[in-house]
């Protein structure tokens, strides 16, 4: 009880604060956005954050961080099965990276891109990679986020960075160790806690302004890799308090405005736009634990809250529509006319189910545990699945995921490069 006390009130109050302050702020070691118009906060909020909110934040990191985490996850089974380093990786890298440097983002082959970046929630952070008990939940693991962590290598965190470095081991802003947001180990994955929709922007000028002030990077000839992942938080926290079909305007203008803003500032730059994930997913797991039916209804009320119970059908809907929304702004001509960029989504959080274990139950193994964030298995199931998306042409890609490492795309002589519209049009003509 005294665990759950204590879990109850530290995320309560990272959530709470992270949620009201409705933006993101810039690292110490960066100038900050303090343009009211930009961040919807007053200065002296943002003040106030700097001065109270970061610090305590610090602080929790480092009391949670526990030196046996990492073991008790892999005694529990919430860690990939590690691979020895003699086993060869899944793919042929021969000819997987271009003599020279491509100048259509229509012929990037893996070993072509030059640095990679994030924007996106809790998920994108890691929370819950290595949690064993529900008061560890709290701790940022960016480090082996799925889409932006590059600790170690793919054998014993696959991570889209780290599956990338095999390819180009010059791949730079990944992040590493347990950093936050604000710290310098977090690099280019500007991901939060907490973050909603409308920090989708914020979050993005963040992360452009981080890429341009750092001297490693060649503007206009690096190439980029950026995933966008952002809905869960909307649907848990605000569905229930706000009018749905502004949320779904909202969704959709803040991630116009966010990919434009890209496309305008990051010259030679690949978006991943993974789907939103449907909550529906979570409502099908067999054998939750309480204290998962307690985390749930704490972190996500108005999906899983006895009171909003009788909605919970119209907000599987509105999650729906979401991600028609974001189906529709790929398809825009203004992101497909372009040599120098492009967005494609990546579809296997569509129809995604938790895999079930030997006994034809849901494999906890694979989720947190708190049952709705992933471990650090299901965040590298996750990976393998978006760099499958990665490789398959757009319109024939996968809508699910399935075990790790037993379906792994690679690079092909006829199918070198990473999938866009365009090359997709022309493999399938071929």
């Not at 995320?11 to 956005?33: D, E, S, Y």
């Not at 054998?155 to 347990?178: Q, V």
């Amino acid at each position: 009880m005294m665990v759950a006390t204590t879990y109850l009130i530290l995320w309560c109050t990272t959530v709470t604060i992270a949620t009201l302050q409705r933006n993101i702020l810039a690292p110490g070691w960066m100038m900050k956005f303090t343009d009211e118009n930009q961040t919807g906060v007053p200065k002296h909020v943002l003040a106030m954050q700097d001065r109270y909110f970061y610090p305590v934040r610090q602080i929790i990191q480092k009391v949670l961080l526990s030196p046996s985490r990492h073991e008790r996850a892999r005694m529990n089974q919430k860690t990939q099965k590690y691979i020895l380093k003699s086993t060869e990786f899944p793919c042929n890298k021969n000819g997987t990276r271009s003599l020279t440097r491509p100048s259509s983002v229509h012929q990037l082959r893996p070993g072509d891109i030059d640095i990679i970046g994030s924007v996106g929630d809790s998920l994108t952070v890691g929370l819950g990679s290595f949690s064993s008990y529900a008061f560890e939940l709290p701790v940022e693991h960016r480090g082996v986020s799925w889409t932006a962590g590059g600790d170690g290598t793919w054998r014993e965190y696959l991570t889209l960075p780290n599956i990338l470095k095999e390819f180009n081991p010059k791949l730079f802003g990944y992040a590493y160790g347990d950093a936050l947001a604000e710290q310098r180990g977090s690099q280019f994955n500007v991901a939060e806690n907490a973050a909603l929709s409308q920090d989708l922007f914020f979050m993005t000028r963040e992360l452009v302004k981080r890429i341009k002030n750092d001297k490693r990077v060649n503007l206009t000839e690096h190439w980029k890799l950026i995933t966008i992942l952002m809905g869960s938080n909307t649907f848990c926290l605000q569905l229930c308090y706000e009018d749905n079909v502004k949320l779904i305007n909202l969704h959709k203008n803040k991630l116009y405005s966010s990919i434009f803003y890209i496309k305008q500032n990051l010259p030679r730059t690949i978006i991943n736009l993974v789907l939103s994930p449907s909550l529906e997913i979570l409502t099908k797991l067999s054998e939750k634990p309480n204290v998962c039916n307690f985390l749930n209804k704490m972190e996500c009320p108005c999906f899983f809250a006895r009171q909003y119970k009788h909605r919970q059908t119209d907000f599987i809907k509105t999650m729906a529509e979401f991600q028609k929304v974001e189906k529709e702004i790929v398809k825009l001509e203004e992101f497909k006319n372009s040599d120098n960029f492009t967005v494609t989504l990546q579809t296997f959080t569509e129809k995604s189910v938790v895999p079930l274990n030997r006994f034809n139950k849901s494999d906890l193994t694979y989720l947190s545990a708190d049952c709705f964030h992933l471990s650090q298995k299901g965040y590298a199931l996750a990976a393998n699945a978006l760099w499958n998306n990665m490789m398959e042409p757009v319109e024939n890609k996968s809508s699910n995921w399935i075990k790790e490492f037993d379906r792994f795309n690679c690079p092909t002589a006829e199918s070198p490069y990473i999938s866009t519209w365009k090359n997709s049009q022309i493999t399938v003509s071929s």
